[in-house]
Nanobody, 122 residues
Framework: QLQASGGGLVQSGGSLRLSCEAP?????????LAWFRQTPGNEREGVSC????????KYADSVKGRFTISLDNDKNTLYLQLNSLVPADTAVYYC????????????????WGQGTLVTVSS
């Protein structure tokens, strides 16, 4: 069970760091780990992902240069640093994992965190 945290209310231009902790002993090897976000009435949108085996990363165009994904193997924790936030970033953010290379096809992911709400005020 993935545990996502770090969301909150922030003003436009502000920053947050989201965390997604995997259970102790849960191996991340071979996994792709991703952050998605969702707003009411819309499908989950891929924000960023990282492939464990080679560290390659992918970002949605809307967040490139503002968000940074990272992985702490020792802590079994995935992070997403959100900088220069804008109201359009307001959403529930989910972490997820799948075996293989990272992608933004949400239906390929089989383990999901519970979501953490990010609200950006103007």
């Amino acid at each position: 069970q993935l545990q996502a945290s770090g969301g909150g209310l922030v003003q436009s231009g502000g920053s947050l760091r989201l965390s997604c902790e995997a259970p102790p002993g849960f191996s991340l090897e071979g996994l792709a780990l991703a952050w998605f976000r969702q707003t009411p009435g819309n499908e989950r949108e891929g924000v960023s992902c990282i492939t464990f085996n080679d560290g390659s990363t992918k970002y949605a165009d809307s967040v490139k240069g503002r968000f940074t994904i990272s992985l702490d193997n020792d802590k079994n924790t995935l992070y997403l640093q959100l900088n220069s936030l804008v109201p359009a970033d307001t959403a529930v953010y989910y972490c997820a994992t799948e075996y293989g290379r990272c992608s933004f096809y949400w239906d390929e992911y089989d383990s999901w965190g519970q979501g953490t709400l990010v609200t950006v005020s103007s």
